[in-house]
């Protein structure tokens, strides 16, 4: 029989690639679900196209928008409606000071988190308005018609 | 008493007391080895060494190590990992070998598999490497249970319960083995002094079984050829050495056996210092704790294959079948009835086709062994394992039809 090593060899690295590749790297794919990385892009929101105006913004976030019935704004200096606990007791969550939130949230995520909080951050399997489990910070229906 | 006569070297003086040259001959430079083969020949070589390297990293590893639930975990994790120089090193050496030594026992099985070798005349081969195998399996075994991490408690506890025997509710046994109603220091003990003591005792009792059994038939070749040892033998020590179809175990093939050894060498160290994890349980690094089980419990990437045959089914067929998958491998030479012992790509389609399904069938339970038993990973794992069982169960029929090629 002619020696044929050079086949041979290719075979049993290849049966000892493809257990490897399932039982290392494939498998803690499967058991341990990728989590993205702090420079995470948002990719599935839509993107921002419009600019803001600040005086409208203002005006929405104290009026129409109804913001600051719940969360505090220290740095514009409003106060917040409730005292944490009694807040925590209201409505299941804290609300957040907002002082920073521009600086913090990605643009994306911000405009998207205001008009559909549960789908921005991802839990519509437990806030579902149809089956009457509302996320704690309602979404924003837009005021004037349009929405953005 | 014999004769002596006064020494004219050192050699002659060893010689007229143990016959070195003798067994020199005997073990070495006059046991013969086919030509017509290829570097698979060398696993054996390769499993040695390794075993080699497991007993010498063992033997570093237990001048630190503490069999003793409470200091276990440190002794591995902070003494041996971090404070003892180089402890590291031997510790990487012995997880990663417990590991690799798998991969090429199973390699070196599904040669002897592909080729034959364990047809008529090698039966005991076949059945002192099953025994190997087993021996192997229970030795890592134990040995993971030493550093009393969380997969070490959760694995013996899974493992224990196997002898509770399903409905049989063999409670008494599993409480028995395990010395308390739980893993704990009554466990930890015995699987300590299993894992230095009786069982590396077995293996090296094994190991020569298993070379013993290697003298009269001698080593299969590439084409099952059986090879009149005696006179192809006589060839060569009277000069024909090219004519001759065999060579000297020492030193002709030998060294083509530690080119083998070499590169492998190469290979294993590589994953030694740069890619260990594999053989290094994260989930392990966490000690244990008898009332946190983990999320996934799974064992080490060498049992996925019999544990996923367990897996699929209600406790006491998973538990038959699990039995069955374990022992099936050592009736190998009967339940072939092929009068062929050559490479199993010539012995016809039908045994073909069995031997590449059989090696593709076992990684494919493997993987789902350890993949999470849910949706279409349970549904493939449950196929698998029925395949697995049907392929043995039809492999007398299938082979008793083979003629002589």
């Given at each position: 029989m002619k020696n044929n090593e050079k086949v041979i060899f290719a075979v049993v690295v290849f049966f000892s690639l493809v257990t490897y590749y399932l039982v290392e790297p494939y498998a803690h794919h499967v058991l341990h679900k990728h989590v993205d990385s702090e420079n995470f892009e948002y990719a599935d929101l839509p993107v921002v196209t419009k600019t803001g105006d600040v005086a409208r913004g203002q005006e929405l976030v104290n009026g129409a928008g109804a913001c600051v019935g719940c969360h505090s704004i220290d740095v514009a200096g409003v106060p917040s409606t409730m005292e944490p606990q009694m807040a925590a007791a209201s409505y299941g969550v804290n609300p957040p000071d907002l002082s920073n939130a521009g600086t913090l949230y990605d643009e994306k995520f911000l405009t998207d988190v205001i008009k559909n909080p549960a789908h921005a951050l991802k839990v519509e399997h437990k806030f579902d308005a149809a089956s009457g489990?509302?996320?704690?910070m309602a979404p924003f229906y837009g005021a004037g018609g349009d929405l953005d | 008493m014999a004769h002596f006569t006064k020494a004219t070297s050192v050699k002659d003086w060893l010689n007229q007391r143990l016959a070195i040259e003798k067994v020199e001959k005997v073990m070495a430079s006059e046991y013969w080895i086919p030509k017509n083969i290829n570097f698979l020949w060398a696993m054996g070589m390769v499993l040695m060494i390794t075993f080699t390297l497991l007993l010498v990293s063992g033997i570093f590893l237990l001048m630190y190590y503490q069999p003793n639930v409470d200091t276990a975990f440190d002794s591995v994790n902070y003494t041996i990992m971090r404070e003892v120089d180089f402890g590291w090193l031997w510790r990487h050496i012995h997880g990663v070998a417990a590991s690799v030594v798998f991969l090429i026992i199973y390699i070196h099985m599904f040669t002897g598999i592909y080729y034959g070798s364990y047809k008529k005349g090698r039966e005991m081969i076949w059945i002192s490497g099953m025994l190997l195998f087993i021996t192997f399996s229970a030795e890592a075994f134990s040995g993971y249970?030493?550093?009393?991490?969380q997969m070490s408690y959760w694995a013996g506890m899974v493992i224990t319960n196997l002898f509770a025997g399903g409905s049989l509710h063999a409670d008494a046994l599993v409480e028995w083995i395990r010395g308390d109603y739980v893993p704990a220091q009554a466990f930890l003990t015995r699987f300590f002094m299993l894992h230095v003591l009786l069982l590396p005792l077995a293996i090296l009792g094994l190991i020569g079984l298993h070379f013993a059994a290697l003298r009269i038939p001698h080593v299969n070749n590439q084409d099952g050829e059986e090879i009149d040892f005696d006179a192809e033998s006589k060839k060569y020590l009277d000069g024909d050495k090219k004519g001759a179809k065999v060579m000297r175990f020492a030193n002709d093939f030998m060294s083509k056996d530690m080119m083998v050894v070499g590169i492998y060498l190469v290979f294993f160290f590589y994953l030694v210092f740069w890619n260990y994890s594999f053989a290094m349980d994260p989930v392990n690094f966490d000690p244990a704790d008898g009332l946190k089980t983990p999320a996934h419990i799974y064992p080490e990437w060498y049992f996925l294959w019999s544990y996923e045959i367990l897996r699929p089914f209600s406790v006491d067929l998973g538990l038959i079948l699990f039995a069955f998958a374990q022992v099936i491998f050592v009736l190998l030479p009967w339940l072939d009835r092929s009068p062929n012992a050559i490479a199993a790509n010539r012995r016809g389609k039908p045994f073909m086709i069995w031997f590449w399904l059989m090696l593709a069938n076992m990684i494919v339970l493997t993987a789902m062994g350890k993949l999470p038993p849910e949706g279409i990973y349970s549904s493939i794992g449950f196929v698998s394992a029925v395949l697995f069982v049907a392929q043995w169960v039809a492999l007398p029929f299938i082979t008793s039809r083979e003629t002589k090629v």
């Open positions: 489990q509302m996320h704690p | 249970m030493l550093p009393w991490g």
